[in-house]
Every structure is written in C-alpha cells, then in structure tokens.
C-alpha cells in the first residue's frame, strides 16, 4: 500500500483560506500526544498551535499530512533553524491509533528525512512522549536516568528506523490550589525583578546572554546542541510574536545588584485560551550557582502568574531526568511527573534523501 503525502502551509488565521485543514492537523497532533500520555492536560489551544508553527526568522517549519478518506489521519512536521545548520533537525510524526501498523508512519518520517537532508541537516533528532505506562520490558537512557517502555509505538518505530535514545525529559505539573506556598528571600546584593510581556529595554542585553547561556547550559546528553545565538532584535522578535499569539510571557529575574546585571531569570508562559501555564526558559548563569536563586525566581515567577491569572490551575515544566539541581527545585515546589518524553538522534546517513 502507497500513501500520498501531501506538503501543507500554515494559514494565516484560523478563520481564513486553510484554516478548517490546520484544525485538522492541530487535532492529530494533540490527540497522538494525549494517547501516549493518557490525560489531555498538554492539548494545545489551535490559535497557539499555529503561532507556534508559523515560520520566523529563526525556525523554519515544513507540515506534512497523509488522508484517509479526505480526513487527515497522520501529520509530519520537519523544524529548521537556518541560522543554525550544525544543529541538525527536529522530525516529528503522528499516526491516529486507530491509523498505526499499515507503513503510514514509516511514509511520513521518510518523506520529513527527505526535507532534513536536502536542506543540509547533519544529524536528525526527534521529542516525544512515551507511553507514561511503568512496568515491562524497558530501554534506559544512556544518561543514566530514565527509561522507556520497549512496548510503546514510538519506541519501536524509532529503534527501527536507526535511532537511538540518547535523554529522557520528565514532564511535570504543579497544581496550583494545592501547592504549598514556599517562601524564599533575597540573599544579601540580589533583588528580584518581574515584567509582565515584553522584556523592558534595560534588560534586553542582559536577557539575550541568558537565552544564549540557556541553549548550551541546560543538560544534553550526547544530543549535537550547538550555542544559539540572542541578541537585541531576536528578543523583540520573540516578544512580538508571543503578544501576537494572546499569549503574555511573565519573566521574573534576580539582579546582582553590586554588578547591575542579571544573574538569572524564568519565564512563564499563560495563555487565556488554557487553564495550564507553561514554565519555559529558567536558568541562573554559572558562576552565580549555588544561591539558591534558581527556586528564588522560580517562585517570584509562581507568584506573578497567581496575580495575573489568579484562574489558572496549574503550570507544566519540562526538564532533563538528570537535571537534578532543577528537580529539586520543581519537587521542593510541588510538581510531580505526569510522564516522559525520549529524546532521539541519529546521524544522516550518505543514502539518505536519495
Ligand atoms: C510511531 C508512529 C508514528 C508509527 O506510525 P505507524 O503508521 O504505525 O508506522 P508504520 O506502520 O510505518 O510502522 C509501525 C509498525 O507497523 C509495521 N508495519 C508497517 N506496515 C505494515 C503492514 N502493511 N502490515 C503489518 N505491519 C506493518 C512496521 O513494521 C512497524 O512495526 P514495529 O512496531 O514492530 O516496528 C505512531 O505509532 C505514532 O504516531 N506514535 C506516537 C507518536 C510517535 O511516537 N512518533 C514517533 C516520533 S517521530
């Protein structure tokens, strides 16, 4: 059986040309996602799926589908940052349930490899979620921390498509009606600093070195991660797009004051389209480690978030299983695993894209 594989392009708006086929393809997407995990806590609102997917300056996205009687029933999506070629690839398939076992998916990733390699991609990784089943027969990161079930889809579709396991990330979630409310001061020449959407002009510079700390300092296993450049103008870029998106970013920060610049931030995203905020960047540069800083703007950013959304039920973190410094944040906080995402590489090959 041969399966038509079609190229999509991401509406401008939900209510225009394309917009009834990218709800389609939001659909897939989230309930593959809330298969594997069994709770559809993490479904993405469309309107911010599609900012999401839409092409920037700093991430290109190619979308394909296959349809069974003119519904799509499996998507693929390919992620390029052409500022960035040495980084390799994101692939991403999704197969409905009822859809798996007939070659649908071995269609799409071969067609997304195709697109990686054409455009130059050294090395092709993919994100997913896993069964968040326990128990049966497992494959261990060769981190030394976590696991997957060998039984799941994915796994056995990317074990036999060459790719290797190379980290685990925990999901987690922290119910906010019933987290505890932890207090944490200030050491001595530290003050905490909060915005609410776009980063204020005189901390622009200090983001963009943290941002770009972020992208080397976060642990990562054998994964080719290269640094990835911020400066002035990808930040306003950034900022734009997220206020765009009705989404509004909520940053808390902490100053060394004796410097005048900033030795760490987090970064929370809420949308008013979804009861679940969601934690992005935190980081604190390394040689301000070992303050305690990192839960000091964890929690500033919590108790930003309580004022502007005073709603919202609870807040999704993603972190390497061996990130131990930050899970002893998230647990003294409260958040507990929900389930767990692979991180996959390989190599692409001469052959490939042939
Ligand atoms: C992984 C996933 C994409 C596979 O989709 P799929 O359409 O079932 O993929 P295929 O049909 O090509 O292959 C799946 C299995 O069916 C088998 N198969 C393929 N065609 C077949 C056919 N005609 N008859 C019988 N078996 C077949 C394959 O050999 C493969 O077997 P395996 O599980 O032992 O490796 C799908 O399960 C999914 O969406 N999972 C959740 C998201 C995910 O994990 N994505 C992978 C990240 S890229």
Redesign the pocket.
Known sequence: ?TYEVDEIAMPTSLDGPGGPQFLEYAAVSNA?EN??LGTDVLSMAPAEMLAEYRDNPHRVRRHLVVREDRRIV?RAMVTLRPHLPGNGAH???????A???????????EAAERIAVDAGAPVLK?G???SAASGGDRIASPTGFGDVAAH?????????HGYALEQITRISLLELGSAPRLEAPAPPDHRVVTWTGPTPDAWIADLAVLRTRMSTDAPSGALVELEDPWDAARIREHDERMAGSGRTALTAAVEHIPSGSLAGFSELVHSAAGPVAVQEDTLVLREHRGHRLGLLVKLAAADLLRRHAPDTQAIVTWNAEENRPMLDVNEAMGFSPIGYEGV?QRRALPGDGE
């Not at 859809?99 to 990733?109: D, P, Q, V």
């Not at 799941?152 to 036999?160: A, E, I, K, P, Q």
């Open positions: 059986m593959v298969h594997a499996a692939l991403m398939v999704d197969v409905l349930p859809h798996r076992g007939r070659g649908i998916g071995a269609t799409l990733l993919v997913v979620a896993h799941d889809d994915g796994v056995r579709f990317l074990t036999s996959w």
